[in-house]
């Protein structure tokens, strides 16, 4: 696609380079549109670029959200009328437009401007700036549905528990690593490169967001270990626990979405309580992850676990990855325990007993997906080749769930 979308840009200027007869390029602009327009199965974006009296100081370049150039230009001519169709999937844009001189394109030396336009309606547009101009947009298509990467292709098109059948089958064969694999996989990614940013190990039990923390895991040499009280040591985390898919069965044990590197202390006075909001405190730890009875109207009642707010969300898509990487036996998981029972409905569909599900999807939006987040998932499809697609497309949980 790169080769092609390059080639649309070459063509424009190799057309236009020394065009300057305005009724000339209103018909050649049209057959671009058009071809341009067939190929696209997402939403064209039409940028119209409007030179002024110094065309060749003015170039741009449009970005998506990982900071990918997907179309750029440079060498115009003076005073004179461009457009380029961009073909776009749904997400975020940038649009950044330079002047070498520093005096942008208008208005003390012509009447230069910029437009990205979809279907004649303007979404960014300027021309009076310095040496650069970035507009930020979003591309959002008519039927609602997110444009999927590759890799979520097969996934295009559907909603509700189609969807999640989808992406069972998407992220269903992942290579399990082995329990013991994850001390690397935290020695080499589970670690603090947002908070402090100092290498220690990122405990989502510990890590306080707001300042410094209250203990700090070196890699490697702080894994558990016997531990008395907080900030002994670090161990694996089931954030979803093990007791409840049967004990040490894999690929559940090992399975690094779910897994945190957090205080061992910490994680076993969670035990295998459901995460919930608590009402009465019964235990805090220096981070303020809380222990104690359910808050009143959260539609249960027992102990729950409640981390900080920070990582709500961070949990709850973990939850929903478990519930579509294992919806082909994630049913059966309902009698195992209390908390199974307490948490899971006994559906491989909706998975959650209403009271929870209601819960995560709270998380989900009040904690959305961060760079730490972003970063785990792609770590963990290196490590073990399957993704998180919560993290990619947060929007799925509501296209699944409702809400
Ligand atoms: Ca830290
Ligand atoms: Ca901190
Ligand atoms: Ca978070
Ligand atoms: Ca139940």
């Given at each position: 696609m790169m080769n092609k979308l390059l080639a649309v840009t070459g063509m424009i200027v190799g057309l236009w380079g020394s065009a300057v007869v305005w009724a000339a390029d209103v018909s050649l602009q049209g057959q671009m549109a058009e071809s341009s327009a067939g190929a696209c199965p997402d939403t064209v974006a039409r940028l119209t670029l409007v030179t002024d009296d110094y065309g060749s100081e003015t170039s741009w370049q449009l970005t998506d959200s990982n900071f990918q150039t997907l179309y750029s230009g440079a060498n115009y001519s003076d005073n004179t009328v461009y457009t380029e169709d961009f073909c776009l999937a749904n997400g975020s844009y940038s649009f950044t437009i330079f002047d070498t001189y520093g005096?942008?394109?208008?208005?003390?030396y012509g009447q230069g401007s910029y437009a990205i336009s979809v279907d004649g309606k303007a979404l960014v547009s300027g021309g009076s700036f310095g040496n650069s101009e970035t507009a930020g947009f979003t591309i959002e298509d008519s039927d609602g549905l997110p444009d999927l990467s590759e890799y979520y292709k097969d996934a295009e098109g559907t909603t509700g528990y189609a969807l999640k059948t989808a992406l069972y089958n998407i992220i269903k064969d992942h290579s399990s690593q082995g329990y013991s694999a994850l001390w690397s996989f935290y020695r080499e990614q589970?670690?603090?490169?947002?908070?402090?940013?100092?290498?220690s190990i990122l405990d989502i039990y510990s890590e306080n967001p707001e300042g410094s923390d209250p203990y700090v895991f070196a890699r490697s040499t702080?894994?558990?270990?016997?531990?008395?009280?907080?900030?002994?040591c670090y161990n694996r985390e089931h954030s979803f626990p093990r007791s409840w898919f049967g004990?040490?069965?894999e690929p559940m044990n090992s399975d690094?979405?779910?897994i945190f590197a957090t205080d061992g202390y910490v994680n076993a006075k969670r035990g295998s309580y459901p995460y919930g909001e608590v009402g009465v405190t019964t235990y805090i730890s220096s981070n303020g992850s809380k222990l104690g009875a359910a808050a009143s109207g959260l539609g249960y009642t027992g102990t729950v676990f409640e981390p900080i707010d920070e990582f709500k969300g961070d949990v709850a898509r973990a939850y929903f990855y478990m519930a579509t990487r294992y919806q082909n036996v994630?049913?059966?998981?309902?009698?195992?325990t209390t908390y199974s029972d307490a948490v899971l409905n006994g559906s491989s569909n909706q998975v959650f007993e209403p009271w929870f599900l209601n819960l995560l999807l709270a998380w989900h939006q009040q904690d959305p997906v961060s760079q730490k987040e972003k970063d785990r998932n792609e770590a963990a499809y290196g490590f073990q080749g399957n993704r998180n697609p919560f993290v990619d497309y947060p929007e799925f949980a509501g296209l699944i769930w409702g809400k």
């Open positions: 005096d942008g394109i208008c208005c003390q589970e670690l603090d490169s947002y908070f402090e940013n100092d290498g702080d894994q558990c270990g016997s531990y008395n009280s907080e900030g002994d004990g040490a069965r690094i979405h779910h994630i049913a059966g998981w309902e009698n195992n």
